[in-house]
């Protein structure tokens, strides 16, 4: 077959199979649509995932490490006394700082906090800190207000937390207890799980919570990077210590991780459900749709156009379909979901908020498997076209 011949066939056949889908809008119409759905809930949904890894991600720096109590899982269920936090700060690979060692003892506890609009109650992580914490946390500042005083029952409150809660907003009364927080501030951290928590003076929290001296966790600046092993090394050679020792980034790396996978995994599952029940009626679809156009079939036919251009063309109709089912979808998925405010519950009992993420690589996979589902959905019919008896098809109508 001339290759020229060839494409000149297959653009003439497509561009009638075109008029015919304006003619007729309603199948093709139906077919996209089906395609347009498939690929928005797919992206929506991975977009969560995508979110939630890249506040993960985002929490941490590489030359800090996270110290709790031996066993522990998590801040949550750690316990470090007094003692323990000068012990680390005695040990080799500790930054310096003006007041000496930066080591951030940190104390978290959890307030029943309303959201905004349902007024439906969450844990929001009530974080205690000292000075020290805002050198191991370099990427927390206030972008509103002011910095809480010690000695005083005030807090700072994360980005993402004051636009979720109620009772959040600067100048608000946070209510726990028989205690009252005044929020003085708004913090931002780069989009990190930090930004979902409310922060006040470690020792103000230790009273009120009748914690004693004890803390949670503490985070530790090292002098590099590379001074983890040697930290860690001394740490665990240490007698007055009974801790475990991770790197910040591989401690919140690991949550984001585990979720982003259940999250995608779902979210593909959903996903290809969907696209079985949008191929079966994008080939039942077609199948109508070039029924109607048997006479027109067997006339090129008859006229001398190839099976191969036949095929190519109406595989070629279900790609374009495809395409513009999976740039629809994708477009209405960014504009809708990118950037959305959310949150989830870790551990069961924690609320942390995050944003979807529709990211280039997602509109990609979505656009590819809207392909797919229309080269999928043409290829039975395109088969079935390229096969078409001129004489019977030309008698039946």
Same mark, same amino acid.
């Given at each position: ?6 494409? =000149? ?32 809930? *797919? ?42 936090? &000068? ?21 978290? #506890? ?5 959201? =905004?609009?349902? +007024? ?28 809480? =005083? ?7 409150? @994360? ?47 230790? #009273? ?17 990077? /590379? ?53 079966? @009626?994008?080939?039942?679809? *077609?199948? #109508?749709?070039? !029924?109607?156009?048997? =006479?027109? *079939? ?5 006229? +001398? ?7 190519? !063309? ?8 495809? %395409? ?16 959305? &405010?959310?949150?989830? *519950? ?12 529709? #990211?280039?690589?997602? %509109? ?24 078409? /008896?001129? !004489? ?6």
């Amino acid at each position: 077959m001339n290759a020229s011949g060839w494409l =000149r066939e297959t653009r003439s056949i497509l561009l009638l199979g075109f008029r015919n889908a304006i003619v007729r809008p309603m199948l093709p119409a139906i077919v996209i649509i089906g395609f347009i759905a498939v690929v928005l809930v *797919m992206v929506s949904v991975l977009s969560i995932g995508h979110g939630l890894s890249n506040m993960y991600t985002n929490s941490g720096s590489q030359d800090v490490t996270i110290v709790m109590s031996s066993g522990a899982f998590a801040e949550g269920v750690s316990h470090l006394s007094e003692a323990d936090i &000068q012990a680390l700060g005695s040990e080799p690979g500790v930054a310096q700082g003006a007041q000496g060692p930066v080591v951030s003892p940190e104390l978290i #506890t959890t307030v029943e906090v309303p959201k =905004r609009g349902s +007024g439906v109650v969450s844990n929001v992580i009530l974080r205690g800190v000292t000075t020290d914490a805002f050198q191991a946390h370099p990427k927390v500042h206030v972008i509103a207000g002011r910095m809480f =005083r010690s000695g005083v029952h005030e807090v700072i409150v @994360g980005r993402q937390a004051e636009r979720e809660y109620r009772d959040l907003s600067l100048g608000s009364k946070l209510h726990s207890g028989s205690d009252t927080w005044t929020v003085v501030g708004i913090f931002a951290a780069d989009g990190s799980i930090h930004e979902s928590e409310i922060w006040t003076d470690a020792e103000g929290l230790q #009273t009120a919570f009748h914690m004693g001296n004890s803390y949670s966790s503490a985070y530790i600046k090292l002098t590099s990077p /590379s001074a983890y092993k040697t930290f860690v090394a001394a740490v665990n050679k240490d007698p007055r210590l009974n801790v475990q020792v991770e790197a910040e980034k591989s401690y919140y790396s690991k949550f984001g991780s585990g979720v982003g996978h259940i999250i995608n995994s779902a979210g593909i599952a959903i996903a290809i459900l969907m696209a079985l029940g949008a191929v079966i @009626g994008a080939i039942n679809l *077609m199948y #109508t749709h070039l !029924a109607a156009r048997n =006479r027109e *079939m067997a006339t090129l036919r008859a006229v +001398g156009f190839r099976r191969m251009s036949v095929l190519s !063309a109406v595989l070629l109709e279900g790609l374009v379909f495809g %395409l513009i089912g999976g740039v629809v979808g994708g477009a209405i998925a960014y504009f809708v979901f990118n950037g959305y &405010q959310a949150g989830t *519950m870790v551990g069961g009992t924690t609320q942390v908020d995050f944003q979807f993420a529709v #990211t280039a690589g997602l %509109l990609m996979a979505g656009i590819a498997f809207a392909l797919f589902m229309g080269f999928i959905g043409g290829l039975f019919p395109a088969i079935r076209a390229a096969r078409l /008896s001129v !004489a019977k098809a030309l008698r039946e109508t």
